[in-house]
């Protein structure tokens, strides 16, 4: 099997001023955009809208409120297969994933790339450390979600704190170790990943291919308009199918894992939440942001 050579690119290193490229999954968010996009930051290199076939005009309105925004049309259903697309597509330096709904603050969007340039492979967000909150999941969610992180650390040996979030950065020389499918298959066929177990696979074969891994504090908002295109149980299942999956497979072990861990990366400050309605009681966290390198060992191809 063939082996990737990555090393190259990792002892590059971190660019001083990296290009973000912001990589927005959207089914039907034409509502949502305009509130996405006033707070996106104004430095980035490019913003990619990935859209699901959407029928509200979301396309329309992404163009009018931004002439230079990226729209690609992605090939299968379902999130995952748009972030697939999405990273495909992405020129810069660091891809940042952002959900369209409005949860997701784009104004965290430079700490999330501060821990990129600390020294971070992938910067993961996460409701449950401390300074992260949530609005907008619900009790069984966040119950679900619990136990699902735990049975990962496990599974992992890694230390999240929040498994299911979307809401991510890492840099583009990464990708590959993500082995996502963005190729042209049927269109109403979903295959494997191309659901909301994205996350989980992403956060799964990050850790089987040793990256250094830091969580960053983020504050979920609740969608602004329309529902979560997510099914609590249904795509509870696909996760724990995820997890199995991931941890008795080989996907990711056949590119050249990271062998040096780098020093500490600085952690910035958490930024306050600036929604001041109520949220969902988190457990408390350990550390703020939680380096979590070196979770397992990698088998070789
Ligand atoms: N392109 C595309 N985007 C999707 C799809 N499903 C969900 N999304 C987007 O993914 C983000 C998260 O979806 P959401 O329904 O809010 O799920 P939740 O946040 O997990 O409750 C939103 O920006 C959605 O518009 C899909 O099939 N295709
Ligand atoms: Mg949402």
Known sequence: MRRHRLDEDVRRGPAPSPRVSVVIPTWNEARNLPHVFALLPDDLHEVIVVDGRSVDGTVEVARALRSDVQIVLQNRKGKGNAMACGFAAATGDIIVMLDADGSADPREIPRFVDVLLA?????????????????????????????????????????????????NAFWTHCTPWLRLDATERSSSERLWGDGFEIETIINTRVAKAKLRI??????????????????????????????????????????????????????????????????????????????????????SA
């Open 119 to 167: 020294g971070a492979d992938f910067a993961k967000g996460s409701r449950f450390t401390n300074g992260g909150g949530s609005a907008d999941i619900t009790r069984t969610r966040a119950w679900g979600n619990r136990w699902l992180n735990r049975t990962a650390n496990l599974l992992f040996g890694t230390r999240y704190t929040d498994l299911c979030y979307g809401y």
């Open 214 to 299: 830091v969580e960053v504090p983020s504050f979920e908002f609740e969608r602004i308009h329309g529902q979560s295109n997510l099914n609590t149980w249904r795509d509870g299942f696909r996760v724990v199918r995820a997890l199995v999956v991931e941890r008795v497979n080989r996907v990711g072990t056949d590119v050249e894992p990271r062998r040096q861990p780098l020093p500490p990366a600085e952690v910035p400050e958490a930024v306050p939440a600036p929604w001041d309605g109520e949220s969902i009681p988190m457990p408390a966290a350990s550390a703020a942001a939680i380096s979590l390198a070196a979770p397992v060992q990698a088998q």
